[in-house]
């Protein structure tokens, strides 16, 4: 099993290597693996992420969602210095900002934020998962974080959090730390899994 950091790298490197077709390709393919998924229709609060460097890209979720009048949410980044995320709402006339690592985000401001508690549905970004659910994520443990509080429940019920990856970054094991939140499910290209 190779380390953390060998297979941060080694995940990114392939991420990044797929061609804009690829990604365009694999995008349309998750987005119809979702499209039918019961809590997916049936959510009003659904968080998103922006594809950044080769993740798989969930916009035509947004879209479909946007169409459905499901409300839609971005992670921001916290303000105040607990390195967690909040999540802000999401529509065709946000607009975006750059955080302090380069990714866009929605403006910042109360009235636009949702706890991480009311949300129904998480669509997590990934460098790498299992297939228990362990997530090996860019390594700042923001989700892990956020959403510590899901450990805490004996069967977690809301929200429910599903990986998007591409089918090259699934793996047979990967090592959880005791802090890591595992997901609920993943989707790729090809399928959608959920665990008990």
Same mark, same amino acid.
């Given at each position: 099993m190779?380390?953390?950091?060998?297979?941060?790298?080694?995940?990114?490197r392939?991420?990044?290597?797929?061609s804009?077709s690829q990604?365009?390709?694999a995008?349309?393919?998750?987005?119809?693996?979702?499209?039918?998924f019961p809590?997916f229709?049936?959510?009003?609060?659904?968080?998103?992420?922006?594809?950044?460097g080769?993740e798989?890209?969930?916009?035509?979720?947004?879209?479909a969602a946007?169409k459905m009048?499901?409300?839609?949410?971005?992670?921001v980044?916290?303000?105040?210095?607990?390195?967690?995320?909040?999540?802000?709402?999401?529509?065709q006339?946000?607009?975006?900002?750059?955080n302090r690592?380069?990714?866009?985000?929605?403006?910042?401001?109360?009235e636009? *934020?949702?706890?991480?508690?009311?949300?129904?549905?998480?669509? !997590? @970004? +990934?460098v790498?998962?299992? $297939? &228990?659910?362990n997530?090996?994520?860019?390594?700042?443990?923001?989700?892990?974080?956020?959403?510590?509080?899901?450990?805490?429940?004996?069967?977690?019920?809301?929200?429910?959090?599903?990986?998007?990856?591409h089918?090259f970054q *699934?793996?047979?094991q990967?090592?959880?730390?005791?802090?890591? !939140? @595992? +997901?609920q499910g993943?989707a $790729? &290209?090809r399928?959608?899994?959920l665990?008990?």
């Amino acid at each position: 099993m190779l380390d953390k950091t060998h297979l941060r790298q080694r995940m990114r490197r392939t991420r990044q290597a797929l061609s804009a077709s690829q990604q365009q390709e694999a995008s349309v393919a998750l987005g119809h693996v979702l499209a039918d998924f019961p809590l997916f229709k049936n959510s009003r609060h659904i968080a998103f992420y922006l594809a950044n460097g080769g993740e798989i890209n969930p916009h035509p979720l947004v879209e479909a969602a946007w169409k459905m009048e499901i409300s839609c949410y971005l992670p921001v980044l916290a303000r105040n210095g607990d390195n967690q995320l909040n999540f802000a709402r999401y529509s065709q006339q946000s607009i975006l900002e750059n955080n302090r690592y380069g990714i866009p985000e929605p403006e910042y401001s109360p009235e636009n *934020l949702q706890p991480p508690q009311a949300l129904d549905l998480v669509f !997590v @970004p +990934l460098v790498a998962v299992d $297939t &228990e659910g362990n997530r090996l994520g860019m390594g700042k443990g923001y989700y892990d974080r956020t959403f510590a509080f899901l450990k805490q429940q004996p069967q977690p019920q809301k929200p429910m959090l599903i990986g998007l990856a591409h089918g090259f970054q *699934l793996m047979d094991q990967i090592k959880p730390s005791e802090w890591d !939140v @595992p +997901l609920q499910g993943i989707a $790729t &290209e090809r399928e959608l899994t959920l665990f008990s």
